[in-house]
C-alpha cells in the first residue's frame, strides 16, 4: 500500500459519532491513520466506526462522555490498546444551546460550558500526558480543537457557546505554548468552522426562527449564506479537510492557530 499523508498515526475524535466529527475521523482514516471514535452516542458512534474500518483501516468505538475525567483516561487506555498508540486528538465535541441574553438558563450555560469548556480542557490534559515522552503513547502528536466562527464574530442568540468557543481558542494558544515550552513534541490548533448542516447546524437554524430573528429556516440560512463571503454553508468535508492539514507533516511548524474554515464569514 503506498503511503499517506497521515500513514501510522493513531486518532481519537471525541463526538466522532456523527456530524462534523464523523466526517472528521473518515478523512483522517482516507489519509491512511486509524481512528478511535469516542462518544456519548454508542450504538451510532460503533456504526460510523464500522462504516470507517470498511475503507481499510482500523477503527474502534469506545464510551466517552469528554465531561467526565475518568472516562477520559479509559478512553486514552483504549485507544493506546486498540490501536497501538495514540497521536491525533480531536476534540470536536460540543453542543449549542440557542438563547437570547434576556431568556438564558443557569443549567444551559452550566451544560455548555461542560461540553465545550471542561471537555476540550480534559481532553488537552489527556492528550500531553498520553503524548509527551514517557506518556503511555510517547510519541508526540498534534491536537486539533473544533471551536467556531462564532469564536471570532457576533451573532444574535448564541453568546454562551460563542463564549465557550473564544474559551476554546484561548485554551488552544495557551496548551500550544506549554507544549512547545515544554517539549512534548504535541503541536494544538484550532479550526473555526463555519455554519454547517449537521443536527447541530440545522437546529440552530430553526431556533433562530423560534427566537424571531428570522422568519423562516430558509431565510435563517440565507442570512448566514449572504454574510458568507463564498455565498454558501459549509460542508463538513470542507472542514475535515481542514483537520487533516493540522495534523499532517504539512503543518509541522504550525502551533497556537486558529484556522478559519467559514468561506470568510468571521473574516
Ligand atoms: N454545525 C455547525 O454549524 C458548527 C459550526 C461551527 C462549529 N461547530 C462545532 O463542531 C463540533 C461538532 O458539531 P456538529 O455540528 O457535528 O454537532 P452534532 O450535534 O451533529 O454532533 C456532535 C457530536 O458530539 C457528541 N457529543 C455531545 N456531547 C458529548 C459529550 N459530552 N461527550 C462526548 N460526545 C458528545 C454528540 O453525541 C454528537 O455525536 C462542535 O464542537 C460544534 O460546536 C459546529
Redesign the pocket.
Known amino acids: 500500500m503506498s503511503e499517506k499523508r497521515l500513514t501510522g498515526r493513531k486518532a481519537l475524535v471525541?463526538?466522532?459519532?456523527?456530524?462534523?466529527?464523523a466526517a472528521i475521523a473518515q478523512a483522517l482514516a482516507d489519509a491512511g491513520a486509524s481512528v478511535m471514535i469516542?462518544?456519548?452516542?454508542a450504538d451510532?458512534g460503533k456504526e460510523t466506526a464500522a462504516g470507517i474500518a470498511r475503507s481499510g483501516v482500523k477503527a474502534g468505538f469506545v464510551a466517552?462522555?469528554?465531561?467526565d475525567d475518568g472516562q477520559w483516561e479509559k478512553a486514552v487506555s483504549a485507544t493506546v490498546e486498540t490501536l497501538g498508540g495514540f497521536d491525533i486528538l480531536i476534540n470536536?465535541?460540543?453542543?449549542?444551546i440557542t438563547s437570547l441574553v434576556v431568556d438564558l438558563k443557569a443549567e444551559d450555560i452550566r451544560r455548555m460550558l461542560d461540553?465545550?469548556v471542561l471537555?476540550v480542557a480534559l481532553g488537552m490534559k489527556h492528550a500531553f500526558r498520553a503524548m509527551r515522552p514517557g506518556g503511555a503513547a510517547g510519541a508526540g502528536g498534534a491536537v486539533v480543537n473544533?471551536?467556531?466562527?462564532?469564536a471570532t464574530i457576533a451573532f444574535p442568540a448564541i453568546s454562551v457557546y460563542s463564549g465557550t468557543?473564544s474559551a476554546v481558542d484561548r485554551m488552544t494558544r495557551v496548551g500550544a505554548m506549554e507544549a512547545g515550552k515544554l517539549g512534548y513534541g504535541v503541536r494544538v490548533n484550532c479550526l473555526y468552522?463555519?455554519?454547517?448542516p449537521?443536527?447541530?447546524?440545522m437546529k440552530?437554524a430553526s431556533d433562530i426562527v423560534a427566537v424571531g430573528l428570522a422568519p423562516d429556516v430558509n431565510a435563517a440560512v440565507g442570512s448566514v449564506v449572504e454574510q458568507t463571503p463564498l455565498a454558501r454553508l459549509?460542508e463538513?468535508g470542507d472542514i475535515a479537510d481542514a483537520a487533516v492539514f493540522l495534523c499532517s507533516n504539512e503543518a509541522r511548524f504550525i502551533t497556537g492557530a486558529g484556522l478559519p474554515v467559514d468561506g470568510g464569514m468571521g473574516m
Do not use: F, W
Open positions: 471525541t463526538g466522532g459519532a456523527r456530524g462534523i466529527g469516542g462518544d456519548i452516542l451510532l466517552l462522555d469528554v465531561t470536536n465535541a460540543g453542543i449549542e461540553v465545550n471537555g473544533v471551536a467556531s466562527v462564532a468557543k468552522p463555519g455554519l454547517a449537521t443536527e447541530m447546524g440552530l459549509a463538513v
